[in-house]
């Protein structure tokens, strides 16, 4: 009897550790509200994503459907992130209009490219979006976090959109395949600009 209960007891301690590493493979859950961010920028709403540790920033302006936005998620120095917006109506990868922000080559300087992904083996060209972007993106990296700063044309004037973000390598100084499994594949959500 003694023994049972011992080996019951390690079999709970051994399911609480391993519960515990899923836990922390995990990026900890965000909480936009006191986020800062550089050279004074701020928004008026904000939104924890639900998977990658990320946070969207935004302040939507109703009078030319416009919408400033800063998108936050961890990622260590040698990665990417990105987000964007499915402008083919779609909830996922393809059709998306993005922004990737990264450090290609081990550079300090954090660069953005604008994309669209046209297939699950998108070209990463940098080039012209779906939607309009009024001003030149930016990003920074600081703190284990990359932020990717943007002003985009809300396509069709619509004030939900289907966004999309990731996280992903570098390597050989190029932005390779992001994970395909877990949190990696739920990184979507219709997202309201009015409301969040
Ligand atoms: C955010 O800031 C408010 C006001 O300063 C403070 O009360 C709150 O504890 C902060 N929240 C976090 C998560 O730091
Ligand atoms: C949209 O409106 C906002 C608020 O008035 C303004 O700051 C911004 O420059 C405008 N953007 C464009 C592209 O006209
Ligand atoms: C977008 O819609 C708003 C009303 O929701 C309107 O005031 C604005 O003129 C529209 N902007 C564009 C660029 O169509
Ligand atoms: C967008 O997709 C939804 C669901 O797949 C569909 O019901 C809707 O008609 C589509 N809208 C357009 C404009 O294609
Ligand atoms: C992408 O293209 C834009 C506009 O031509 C340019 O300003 C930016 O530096 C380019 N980004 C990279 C990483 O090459
Ligand atoms: C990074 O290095 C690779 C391989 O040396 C090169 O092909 C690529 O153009 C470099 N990228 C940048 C942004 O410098």
Redesign the pocket.
């Known amino acids: 009897m003694a023994r049972l209960s011992d080996s019951a007891c390690l079999l709970a301690v051994a399911v609480l550790l391993s519960a515990e590493a899923a836990a922390t493979a995990q990026p900890a859950a965000a909480d936009c509200t006191n986020a800062t961010f550089q050279a004074g920028r701020s928004y008026q709403r904000c939104s924890n994503l639900p998977v990658l540790g990320a946070t969207l920033h935004w302040t939507y302006h109703a009078e030319n459907g416009t919408a400033d936005i800063a998108f936050r998620a961890p990622q260590t120095s040698s990665g990417w992130v990105a987000w964007g917006i499915n402008t083919q109506n779609g909830t996922g990868m393809v059709g998306s209009s993005v922004f990737i922000a990264s450090q290609?080559n081990g550079t300090a300087a954090t660069?953005?490219?604008?994309t669209v992904l046209e297939s699950f083996r998108p070209s990463l060209r940098?080039g012209t979006l779906g939607f309009g972007v009024p001003a030149?993106p930016a990003a920074e990296y600081t703190a284990g976090a990359y932020t990717i700063y943007a002003t985009v044309a809300l396509p069709g004037n619509a004030t939900t959109q289907n966004t999309v973000w990731q996280a992903g390598p570098v390597r050989g100084g190029a932005i390779a395949m992001h994970p395909t499994t877990g949190p990696n594949l739920k990184s979507t959500k219709r997202h309201d600009f009015l409301s969040g």
């Open positions: 290609l660069s953005v490219i604008t940098n030149p």
